[in-house]
């Protein structure tokens, strides 16, 4: 067989770079760190609004109960979610026990 007669395998076609007219990426939100007298917020309202006890299925209405009323905290509102506000409550409580036990 010669060899002329084979032809090359096409090169892949690259794709395109994104033109200047493109919808750019939005940023990802940075977190932002709780504060001291956040935290004593957090605690106080989930005394009040106790959503440990809520029944089964109802666990994640009593969180957003809590983030609502941290929302509504004046002069300056807790503005975090409900996954937020217990996820930090879980962790400060098992901070607690190392310091304490």
């Not at 504060?35 to 029944?55: I, S």
Request: hydrophobic share 35%; net charge positive; charged share 25%.
């Amino acid at each position: 067989m010669n060899s002329q007669s084979q032809t090359e395998a096409p090169s892949p076609v690259r794709p395109q770079s994104p033109s200047a007219d493109a919808t750019p990426v939005p940023e990802r939100k940075t977190t932002q760190k709780w504060q001291a007298w956040e935290d004593r917020a957090l605690a106080k309202q989930v005394l009040a609004d106790d959503p440990f006890n809520c029944t089964r299925g109802q666990a994640t209405k009593g969180w957003e109960l809590v983030a609502e009323h941290l929302a509504c905290i004046q002069p300056i509102p807790i503005k975090r979610s409900a996954i937020a506000c217990k996820s930090r409550c879980v962790y400060l409580v098992k901070a607690h026990k190392v310091r304490t036990v």
